[in-house]
């Protein structure tokens, strides 16, 4: 198959007559109306009432309303026009667990599970507003759950499988959730952990919550359930089926809460038609996932990548493969083995993975046929040229396509990605903004940058899958991203667009360090550490300094190879001195086993920073290695 004649792309531009991915992003600027409504169309979104208008700012762009007038419903577009377009029999989900116990399930099994999960919802007296929790490990039952919640018009709240009782309770008081969906246990390598246990001292300090929906793992129905739980099997065991509501098509259908270190987390608000359409433009259009393509991308629902997964496939009637556990274990090629036995055409990774798996042995990537593979995409850190270049080269063997994707949650899908049109992407690099996006880099008076200039990644108009604000919270909304400057949403990242076009992610810009008045992303250090060789991952961060103001320090994680100690540290800050000058030595270089990270596997500089100044930390529940604080402490004499 020819990636670029066949791709969704492609097909897209020739179809509207348009010459190039360029011309496409000008006529979404110039014409926005048009642009949507061929997104839409072109994947044959469904509305049961068609909108009488797409866009409505008259309360400004802050808080646009879109296909008002309109009705849909996210479940129905997954499911039923998919089944209705002949994928009744293909494969929805695959599900292999750490121990290789494998179940899959069809389009017409899938639909039959979450019609038969709707009216067990309804005899349990949930409907239409009703916020329902999600806190479930990567098995065939979430995805069905987290339609089902959609199909009734309740409102889903998808939680990190990770979070401890205090974190799972926070986020349902905070949503005043009526219910929560959760399994009795799940694996991490090896270990059995107990999600019921943690729900049910969450319930304690939860008064809004008034069911417990438990998917048994190994016995279904085998225990009698406890008082305000009630067993999935009982729950779906009635052959009676509710087909999803008709309803407005910018009715809530999703809260997902951003991960933070610091105040509480932010509740983002996800519509049926903004959230279906984002995705169906992000997935079935620009990153090119295709109804025969077989994904993988290790995730979890508290992630946004898990929902936009449980809604990206069902609508290009494709396959899922969800893999409970982590990518290393049992064995460490684990991603790859998936990847070749469950023929996967489509991997998703994050960079921060990418560079763990280049420390093994290079035998174990080398003993995995890939062969099946089409597409390869990315999110969550900026890639460093050598994880991309190995990447590219261990995995993709020279020829699959690296698409790289960056977003965040409050955008409901992604910014800038790469596409398979551009078959001369440098390294890192994204082939530029996505369209109908309005993606600017300004400076710090609001006003687009010189080529090759970092600046603020921000968003001119108004998107689709744009977050309506924050859950009981809009004015926290406004201050967050609307306040800084005039008319435009700034994203927190640094980035630039070089003179071919090709843009980058330079790291968070509240990361940013200044040394005697001279600005630097920790992305620029950190990159000069890594292309050592001797370091695997790497943290910078600016400590106040009596004489410049600001002092590089920097955490590092020892390559296999490479031993930690003074003369490593002193290789190390000579490597920054070569790469960026003298002005940029770190003052300190510490080693640690491992970095804090959230969810998404974005390292959290300012909390690293924080416990190197011995504050206080915040709000831990996003990071998905809390432990590494005490090692960070440890090592920063703390």
Known sequence: MDAISDSQLARFLAQHRLASYVSLCERAAADPEWFWRAVMDFHQLHFFRPFDRLLDVSKGPEWAQWCVGGTTNMAWNCLDRTIAAGRADHVAVVWEGEDGRQRSVNYDELASLVRRAAAGLGDLGLGRGDVVGLYMPMVPETMAAYLAIVSIGAIALPMFSGFGAQAVAERLVDAQATAVFSADYTYRRGKKFSMLDVVEEAMRSTPSLKHIIVVERDAPGAAPAAHRHTRWSDLVADSREVMPLELPADAPAMIVYTSGT????????????????????????????????????????????????????????????????????????????????????????????????????????????????????????????????????????????????????????????????????????????????????????????????VGELALSVPSIGLTRGFWRDPQRYIETYWSKLPRLWVHGDFASIDERGFWYIHGRSDDTIKIAGKRIGPAEVEAALLATGKVAEAAAVGLPDPIKGSAVVCVCVPARTAVAGPALATELRQAVVDALGSSFRPKQVYFASDLPKTRSMKIMRRLVRSVLLGEATGDLSGLVNPDSLNELKRVGGH
């Open 262 to 453: 610091t105040g509480k987390p932010k509740g983002t608000i996800h519509t049926h038609c903004g959230f279906m359409t984002k995705v169906a433009l992000d997935f079935g259009l620009i990153l090119d996932l295709q109804a025969g393509d077989r994904l993988l991308w290790m995730s979890d629902m508290g992630w946004l990548t898990g929902p936009i997964l449980a809604v990206a496939v069902p609508l290009m009637g494709a396959t899922v493969v969800l893999a409970e556990g982590v990518p290393d274990y049992p064995e460490p090629g684990r991603l790859w083995r998936l990847a070749q036995d469950h023929r996967i055409t489509f991997l998703g990774v994050a960079p921060t993975m990418v560079r763990a798996f280049m420390q093994q042995p290079p035998e174990v990537v080398k003993g995995y046929d890939l062969s099946a593979l089409r597409i390869t995409a990315a999110t969550g850190e900026p890639w460093t040229p050598e994880a991309w270049s190995w990447f590219r080269s261990e995995v993709g063997h020279g020829r699959v396509p690296l698409l790289n994707y960056s977003g965040g949650t409050e955008i409901g899908g992604g910014i800038l990605a790469g596409t398979v049109l551009h078959t001369d992407l440098a390294p890192c690099a994204f082939a530029g903004p996505i369209p109908g996006m309005g993606a600017v880099v300004v400076d710090e008076a609001g006003h687009p940058v010189a080529t090759g200039q």
